[in-house]
């Protein structure tokens, strides 16, 4: 089936094309994407927007330029997070970088604690979904990923209570069957101790210092829909590039 990219702007879509391109394997590692020149010729836009879509492929990690042979096609990035899933996904792609993978540990209702009920906006001891789950490339684990989720969502969404992985993840699910579309986050880079129930899967002992990720997103109304918690893998890092016009 063919993507939808109706909506986005030029660059964008021409970019996300591309992506889709390089996430099914079509442009691997070190393969060339289109010049610019190309781009101009084939997709009929000017110079300066065949320009921007190499950047927002370096800025999301898809592409690198090599002084001398052009844009390329680069390795997956060591990390990448749910802001990161967030960006694929609205931009066309799956929310996976190629060679990724993921297996849901575990995904039920449970009462809320403290610090889950604050973040949320909702009562302690209130039901709210769990998920958990772990991601993979070809260098092992990249991160283990615990979210929590207002309980009344499962209701609209009940694939939320499902230990399958989600083909819109939960914020293209959450958006489609209630509207709420995720519009701002908060993103908070900490080293804390591996809990026993991530240890095992990161390989590491209990209270090992790892990197993490913490994000909470909100909806158009100003609702937290989503907190997460995502343990970083032995050896992986956190990056990221801005545009700045």
């Not at 403290?114 to 949320?120: D, G, Y």
């Not at 579309?181 to 993103?187: A, K, N, Q, S």
């Not at 993490?212 to 990056?239: P, V």
């Given at each position: 089936m063919?993507e939808n990219?109706?909506?986005?702007?030029?660059?964008r879509?021409?970019a996300?094309?591309?992506?889709?391109?390089?996430e099914r394997?079509?442009?691997?590692?070190?393969d060339?994407?289109p010049?610019v020149?190309?781009?101009?010729?084939?997709e009929?836009?000017?110079?300066?927007?065949?320009?921007?879509?190499?950047?927002?492929?370096r800025a999301?990690?898809?592409?690198e330029?090599?002084?001398g042979v052009?844009?390329?096609v680069s390795a997956?990035?060591?990390?990448?997070?749910?802001?990161?899933?967030?960006?694929?996904?609205?931009?066309?792609g799956?929310?996976f970088r190629?060679?990724?993978?993921t297996e849901?540990?575990?995904?039920?209702?449970v009462?809320?604690?403290?610090?889950i009920?604050?973040a949320?906006?909702?009562?302690?001891g209130?039901d709210?979904?769990q998920?958990?789950?772990?991601y993979?490339d070809?260098?092992?684990?990249?991160a283990?990923?615990?979210?929590?989720?207002?309980?009344?969502?499962?209701e609209?969404a009940?694939?939320?209570?499902s230990v399958?992985p989600?083909?819109k993840?939960?914020?293209g699910?959450?958006e489609?069957?209630?509207?709420?579309r995720?519009?701002r986050r908060?993103d908070v880079?900490?080293?804390?101790p591996v809990?026993?129930?991530?240890?095992?899967?990161?390989?590491v002992?209990v209270g090992?210092?790892?990197?993490t990720?913490?994000n909470c997103y909100?909806d158009q109304?100003?609702a937290a829909t989503e907190?997460?918690i995502?343990?970083?893998g032995t050896?992986r890092?956190?990056?990221a590039?801005?545009?700045?016009?």
């Amino acid at each position: 089936m063919a993507e939808n990219h109706q909506g986005l702007a030029p660059y964008r879509r021409i970019a996300a094309q591309i992506k889709g391109r390089i996430e099914r394997g079509e442009l691997r590692p070190g393969d060339r994407i289109p010049s610019v020149r190309e781009i101009e010729r084939t997709e009929g836009v000017s110079t300066a927007t065949a320009t921007r879509v190499a950047a927002v492929l370096r800025a999301e990690g898809y592409a690198e330029s090599i002084p001398g042979v052009g844009t390329i096609v680069s390795a997956p990035r060591k990390q990448t997070t749910g802001p990161d899933r967030l960006s694929m996904l609205r931009a066309g792609g799956s929310g996976f970088r190629s060679g990724e993978r993921t297996e849901i540990l575990c995904s039920a209702l449970v009462p809320a604690a403290e610090s889950i009920a604050a973040a949320l906006g909702v009562r302690e001891g209130e039901d709210v979904v769990q998920r958990q789950r772990v991601y993979r490339d070809d260098q092992g684990v990249v991160a283990l990923s615990t979210s929590w989720l207002p309980g009344e969502l499962a209701e609209s969404a009940p694939e939320l209570l499902s230990v399958e992985p989600l083909p819109k993840m939960t914020f293209g699910l959450v958006e489609e069957r209630t509207g709420r579309r995720v519009v701002r986050r908060r993103d908070v880079v900490a080293i804390r101790p591996v809990p026993e129930d991530v240890a095992e899967t990161l390989g590491v002992p209990v209270g090992t210092a790892a990197l993490t990720m913490t994000n909470c997103y909100w909806d158009q109304n100003g609702a937290a829909t989503e907190y997460a918690i995502d343990f970083l893998g032995t050896g992986r890092e956190l990056s990221a590039e801005y545009e700045l016009d």
